[in-house]
């Protein structure tokens, strides 16, 4: 059986959430903390691996209407250099709209500003997962 995970990546975090153990949900892992192009590549290779992730899912950045932005590029080049060091399968999810549900859901419980910098991003990576994996739950 698969198991995936999901990175959220951003310009000084990416979000890490996992998928349970019969792919029906995504949780919220951890955020990571950017250092430096090949050592982040590196660090979330290593993530995966330690995950025992068969997939890895990106979140892809794209504009309100679908079309790409600057981010958008940004990201795919990302993506591309973690395909290059990985052996796992690297699947792209539209992103749109997961920060700021993450963000929604961190206000309603009550979380403190200066806390949901610590906590928005795995969320937003598990809301990107939940959408992957309703979606291949619905075709398979």
Sequence with gaps: MDRYIAFDIGDKRIGVA??????????????YVRRGYREDIAALVRTARDKGATVIVCGLPVNFDGTPSVQTEKTLKFIGGLKAACEIPVVCEDERFTTRMAHDTLISEGMRREKRKNYVDALAAANILDGYLSKINKRG
């Design 18 to 31: 996992v998928s349970d153990p019969f792919n029906t949900y995504a949780l919220p892992s951890e955020t």
